[in-house]
């Protein structure tokens, strides 16, 4: 299958500064990514929708202020947490595709912040 | 979001045992996928069954699908202890959002 690459793959960073995390689709040109946030123990919630060349669709309940995506090529997307604060520490994994294809997903960023 | 829930919550079995994990969802669907995350982990991806597919196997899964009750179900026969893991079903409703459900932790006992 296709392979999405995410880093880094685990970051800890003090509480009010910014953390980015990368999401790449090595061999295939993704149209569109996908960002999750797992918290222990619980399911992948969806975040936010991007695609290439536009603004990212957030899901209800998730700032898109604090949460900055920018998907500015077909291989990268870019997740930014943004003030960090300890509550944001969670799992966070990206998956991409491309128009008519299944998603494949990034191996995920565990984000602490302390 | 999430599109669905999953039962059990939590399952224990013997090695040697089959474990069953059910499904459901809300909304139409083009896919339903199986996932299986270790701990802490990526996910890894089990098994894809199509809106027009009723039965899959691969190796030690078999997935139904019931597209008339919304549900799906995955069956581990002769689980090893290295099937410990939690399961995630995941639904594409072809616009290429992928939600998850809630996820079935199975603990497989040596």
């Known amino acids: 299958g296709a392979v999405v690459s995410q880093h880094p793959s685990w970051v800890i960073c003090k509480s009010g500064t910014s953390v980015k995390i990368e999401c790449r689709s090595l061999?295939?040109?993704?149209?569109?990514m996908f960002w999750y946030r797992q918290f222990p123990k619980q399911s992948l919630m969806l975040m936010a929708t991007s695609n290439e060349g536009s603004k990212a669709t957030y899901e209800q309940g998730v700032e898109k202020d604090k949460f900055l995506i920018n998907h500015a090529s077909l291989t990268l997307s870019t997740l930014t947490v943004t003030s960090a604060h300890p509550e944001d520490s969670s799992f966070y994994i990206c998956?991409?595709?491309?128009?008519?294809?299944?998603?494949?997903f990034g191996q995920g960023t565990r984000l602490t912040v302390v | 979001s999430q599109q669905g829930e999953e039962d059990p919550q939590a399952l224990s079995i013997q090695e040697g045992e089959n474990a069953t994990m059910n499904c459901s969802y809300k909304?139409?669907?083009?896919?339903l996928q199986w996932y299986r995350q270790n701990s802490g982990r990526g996910l890894v991806h089990l098994i894809l069954?199509?809106?027009?597919?009723r039965e899959k196997h691969s190796g030690r899964l078999r997935v139904t699908l019931d597209t008339s009750k919304k549900s799906s179900s995955l069956l581990i026969t002769a689980s090893r202890a290295a099937d410990t893991a939690s399961y995630f079903c995941?639904?594409?409703?072809?616009?290429?959002?992928?939600?998850f459900g809630a996820g079935t932790r199975l603990f497989v006992k040596a």
């Open positions: 909304t139409s669907i083009n896919n």
């Open positions: 995941a639904t594409d409703d072809g616009g290429f959002k992928t939600i």
């Open positions: 069954i199509r809106s027009n597919e």
């Open positions: 998956s991409a595709t491309q128009t008519g294809s299944e998603a494949f």
């Open positions: 061999d295939f040109q993704a149209t569109t």
